[in-house]
């Protein structure tokens, strides 16, 4: 069926009265919405963050896409096909949530399991910098290939993590559920459901060289008329990601939700890049105590590699003695380096 016959089909499902006239067809550019910021998709990168509102349905939503930043995370390692895909759309979905939550600091999208794929790690911070491993048994009889290879009962976890006002320890807020669903999309949709009791939607697509990802959410409380949350959902079961990874974010908003009157709220650019540090490394050897620090020391000296950026860090003797010495509390790293 052609894609606009589905579009009107669900569109009179939802009992949308006015006229999709404009949508069903072609738009001419002039027609698009206008905003001060021009698609970065004419220039053939499009990294960037849009938030924006459905005020008429009480809807809100964001839009993230990725072309240079996806391509740099993925150049890091080599990864089978289907995990250098989820690794994507994790990637998507940890930059969708920076748009919905209130992060001053960053937030990241950790799957953690204990078959051939042991976790899958994306993150974004609140400047639009955005990094993100998998890491595979390398034991493991064969590759992994996707979620079903993180082996029996994987968890999903969503930190989120804002330097503290007064004391020196960011503030951490860990959302912990059990991952549920056969792919990513219902997985975050139930965390959503079971975290916020708030009705979500997430589309997430990914190829070898884009990444993108759609998210619509109601807005708490009675805001909204009475069928705009089942008008929206229609309209958004429409998009299909080739659409969601081709059009530029002007185009998405328009053929999508031109009857919905769309407000821009923000648009920002993404960006790869790394927070790693050398007390955040100081931090993970201490986790990992004092004589498995001292075991890294080759050659007198201990190297330690950033998996996600390739940045090296360098320890000696002295250094190492001197973590253990201070009686610092350790604090969790959330990522492996080497
Ligand atoms: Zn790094």
Redesign the pocket.
């Known amino acids: 069926m052609p894609q606009s016959c589905v579009r009107r089909a669900l569109s009179a499902t939802a009992q949308v009265v006015r006229t999709h006239a404009s949508r069903l067809h072609h738009i001419p550019s002039k027609m698009m919405i206008q905003t001060t910021m021009p698609d970065a998709s004419a220039t053939g990168q499009d990294d960037r963050l849009t938030r924006f509102l459905l005020p008429e349905a009480g809807v809100r939503g964001v839009r993230v896409h990725l072309d240079d930043t996806w391509r740099q995370i993925r150049s890091r390692a080599e990864y089978p096909e289907g995990i250098a895909r989820l690794l994507g759309e994790a990637t998507a979905a940890s930059a969708l949530f920076t748009g919905h939550a209130k992060v001053d600091g960053r937030l990241s999208v950790q799957l953690r399991g204990s078959g051939a794929l042991r976790t899958l790690f994306a993150e974004c911070t609140a400047a639009g910098t955005l990094?993100g491993i998998a890491q595979i048994d390398e034991e493991a009889t064969a590759p992994p290939q996707g979620l079903a290879d993180l082996g029996p009962n994987p968890v999903l976890a969503i930190t989120i993590e804002n330097p503290s006002p007064h004391g020196r320890d960011p503030q951490r807020y860990q959302g912990l559920v059990p991952m549920e669903g056969g792919d990513l999309r219902s997985a975050f949709e139930h965390y959503f459901v079971q975290s916020e009791q708030l009705p979500t939607r997430l589309l997430l697509a990914a190829d070898e060289h884009r990444v993108a990802g759609l998210m619509l959410q109601k807005l708490p409380g009675d805001g909204g008329d009475a069928d705009g949350w089942t008008r929206a959902c229609a309209l958004f079961d429409t998009l299909t990601p080739e659409e969601l990874l081709d059009w530029p974010r002007t185009t998405l908003l328009h053929r999508l939700f031109h009857e919905e009157a769309p407000e821009l709220l923000a648009d920002k650019p993404l960006q790869f890049g790394?927070?790693?540090s050398r007390e955040r490394v100081e931090a993970m050897l201490q986790s990992l105590g004092q004589e498995e620090a001292e075991a890294a020391l080759a050659d007198g000296v201990a190297r330690v590699r950033?998996?996600?950026?390739?940045?090296g860090y360098e320890f000696t003797p002295t250094d190492i003695a001197g973590l253990f010495a201070q009686g610092s509390a350790p604090m969790p790293a959330p990522e492996r380096m080497q």
């Open positions: 990094r790394c927070s790693c950033c998996e996600f950026c390739g940045q």
